[in-house]
């Protein structure tokens, strides 16, 4: 029973890891990106799921323990992986960030490479960051989100050249609201999250596979690492 | 340590993007293109709604020159109507005899339409028409090609986004434009009487290279 499920987590994980390259149809690509909404809203979050989603795949293999214990000495408590992820979100609510992402193909690929290499870097240090420095990040891109939202909301005029004013509105609402249900995700997870004492402990010493089936055995919010 | 210097390059890539966090849209920075000499606007063939085919900016040894060029396309009901309204006043001041000292060569309003299926040389002889456009003044053409098109509003930061109910909305305004095609100054509607005046400063100033 437990192998199926775990087969079946692989198979989504791939699905999702996978997805971004629906965007190289061209037709498709059109449709996402031509709405505001469906840009920031969809495919953001689908390049950081994908970069999380192949992260999960590829660090459970033995082959990647070498490459685990580099990542999470440059991750250290997962610090690094979390200021490039509040770094990314930052710049791709900015509004001339957005058009240079339509319309020079550098800005294009610097989407889709930042938002996949943060996925991929938070997959794993987000576990092994301190509850405050968890709290903070979260705090941190809830604030980012809802003050990005109310901007788009408010402002009387087309801030990006690419996009229309209602789009543009709808799109700040959006964003107002991720930033209050990630702020009550993290609040019910802080609330099912068990008593300190027994938290696992998933540090470097632990192989990749080890690790990954010791999440896998827990809650998603219940278990916190450390790095010794 | 790598974290702290990963924040650190963030607010630097940041603040020289935005320009010392001054500009943060794509209009920003296309002022501050126009401010730095950064854009050209690409010479394209054009087709004008008499049937000819007009050669405007892009000439390197033409004689001063001073182009107020907007963007429009026919089917336009609101802001494009409104820009001829503004466009029909600029040709009346042109239209107007002045002294000596003021010169009125040299200064052409064109009205260039980005939409290349539709706006064929008779719609727009229609448009000019409505819009009471004395040829002498004031010039509506097409581009011959969509590439043409994109490559014109490509050069010029103009961005055209379909509204939906089958227009177009587009960034822009009143592009002033010298004989060899560089934009020299960018304003808005409203701004006509300044643009007006700018362009006559413009075609009234000796070219560098023949001072």
Same mark, same amino acid.
């Given at each position: ?92 609510? !900015?509004?001339?960030? #957005?058009?240079? &992402?339509? *319309?020079?193909?550098?800005? $294009?690929? +610097?989407? @889709?490479?930042?938002?996949? =290499? ?22 941190? !891109?809830?604030?980012? #989100?809802?003050? &990005?939202? *109310?901007?788009?909301?408010? $402002?009387? +005029?087309? @801030?990006?050249?690419?996009? =229309? ?29 068990? &008593? ?33 | ?211």
């Amino acid at each position: 029973m437990n192998r199926r499920l775990a087969s079946s987590r692989g198979a989504w994980r791939l699905w999702l890891a996978l997805l971004p390259l629906a965007l190289a149809w061209p037709a498709l690509r059109h449709i996402v990106e031509s709405r505001m909404s469906l840009h920031m809203l969809g495919e953001f979050p689908m390049l950081f799921i994908a970069g999380w989603s192949a992260s999960g795949l590829c660090l459970r293999h033995v082959q990647a323990r070498r490459w685990l214990r580099g990542q999470r000495l440059l991750d250290w408590h997962g610090w690094t992986g979390a200021t490039l992820a509040s770094g990314v979100a930052l710049v791709w609510m !900015l509004p001339s960030a #957005l058009d240079a &992402a339509l *319309l020079v193909p550098s800005g $294009a690929a +610097a989407k @889709l490479a930042s938002w996949w =290499l943060a996925g991929w870097l938070l997959a794993d240090g987000w576990r092994r960051m301190d509850a405050e420095v968890l709290l903070f990040f979260i705090g941190n !891109l809830a604030w980012m #989100l809802a003050t &990005a939202g *109310l901007l788009y909301v408010d $402002a009387p +005029a087309r @801030l990006c050249a690419n996009y =229309l004013l209602d789009d543009q509105r709808w799109t700040g609402i959006g964003l107002v609201s991720s930033a209050v249900a990630l702020l009550a995700l993290a609040a019910s997870a802080g609330v099912r999250r068990p &008593a300190a004492g027994n938290s696992h402990r998933c540090g470097g010493n632990a192989s990749p596979r080890t690790h990954h089936a010791t999440m896998a055995s827990t809650s998603s919010t219940s278990s916190r690492s450390r790095q010794p | 340590m790598l974290c702290l210097a990963l924040a650190l390059g963030w607010v630097a890539g940041l603040h020289h993007w935005t320009h010392g966090f001054e500009v943060w849209t794509f209009d920003g920075r296309r002022q501050l293109q126009l401010q730095a000499g950064e854009l050209h606007a690409h010479p394209v063939a054009l087709r004008a709604s008499d049937g000819s085919v007009p050669r405007l900016w892009g000439d390197a040894g033409a004689a001063p020159a001073a182009y107020l060029v907007d963007f429009i396309y026919t089917r336009c009901p609101s802001v494009c109507r409104a820009l001829g309204s503004e466009y029909q006043q600029m040709q009346r001041e042109l239209a107007v005899p002045r002294d000596a000292q003021q010169v009125q060569r040299g200064v052409y309003l064109v009205s260039v339409s980005f939409d290349v299926d539709h706006d064929d040389p008779v719609q727009l002889a229609r448009y000019a028409a409505d819009m009471h456009a004395d040829p002498r003044y004031w010039t509506l053409a097409v581009p011959a090609t969509h590439d043409g098109a994109r490559a014109l509003l490509r050069s010029l930061g103009v961005v055209v986004v379909p509204d939906g109910e089958g227009g177009f909305v587009h960034n822009g305004g009143i592009h002033l434009l010298d004989e060899r095609g560089r934009l020299r100054g960018l304003y808005g509607i409203d701004q006509w009487p300044k643009a007006l005046e700018a362009a006559q400063r413009l075609a009234a100033t000796p070219r560098e290279d023949l001072r």
